[in-house]
């Protein structure tokens, strides 16, 4: 099965990008199908970077490939993240993970993307990048994706009794609980979340679902 290899170019990215440029980007592309094809199901060329579109099983294999090849060296890992893809919900691919990998030998950055399930669960990759550890704990924490291997798998932004994960679109806008300070006792309180229902709207319509 033949692997498709996609140019996206804006009026203004076309004139900028060199010819040089075009042709790292696709002999990069051609490289990475004759050593990772079994990982990859397709390749997007867009603003001067490649877009590694691979199954969430190789996350790991890919990760430690890109690292060191000496062709390529991505010795540097950027950031990673998570959209939450709500409206594709009926499809059950509802998570799209995005890893951003720095190539200072290339001047290059790789980003490996690719779809999740519900329920499904990402595989760590401190063991070939220390900087994964607290990004990784940033997704549980905001996300609630599982992180499969992880060494220290805790919350990092918010409270171990915070519930729920706040950058799902699904979480409530106004959260579950509402933290005051009490004159009285001297402490900070937390409490369930009052809201005084006489002078609200409520839509229950999606407010992510897409117009078509």
């Given at each position: 099965m033949l692997l498709n290899i996609f140019h996206v170019y804006r009026k203004k990215l076309k004139l900028n990008l060199s010819l040089l440029s075009f042709y790292v980007l696709q002999n990069l592309s051609y490289?990475?199908?004759?050593n990772m094809r079994k990982c990859i199901?397709?390749?997007?060329i867009k603003n001067n970077c490649i877009?590694?579109?691979i199954k969430k099983d190789y996350i790991f294999d890919v990760c430690f490939f890109l690292k060191n090849s000496m062709f390529i060296f991505c010795n540097q890992l950027l950031d990673i993240t998570l959209v939450d893809r709500i409206e594709f919900v009926k499809t059950n691919f509802r998570w799209e993970f995005i890893y951003v990998l720095l190539s200072t030998f290339l001047n290059k950055r790789i980003f490996v993307r690719g779809f999740l399930k519900n329920?499904?669960?990402l595989v760590s990759i401190v063991k070939i990048f220390n900087s994964a550890n607290w990004l990784e704990r940033e997704i549980w924490d905001m996300f609630g994706i599982y992180i499969k291997d992880h060494p220290d798998l805790r919350r990092i932004l918010t409270d171990y009794s915070f519930l729920g994960s706040p950058l799902r679109k699904d979480f409530p806008l106004n959260g579950y609980?509402?933290?005051?300070y009490d004159e009285n006792?001297?402490?900070v309180v937390v409490e369930p979340l009052t809201l005084m229902q006489e002078l609200r709207e409520f839509r229950l319509e999606n407010v992510w679902k897409s117009s078509n």
């Open positions: 490289f990475f199908i004759l199901n397709f390749i997007l877009n590694l579109f329920f499904n669960f609980v509402e933290v005051r006792l001297k402490i």
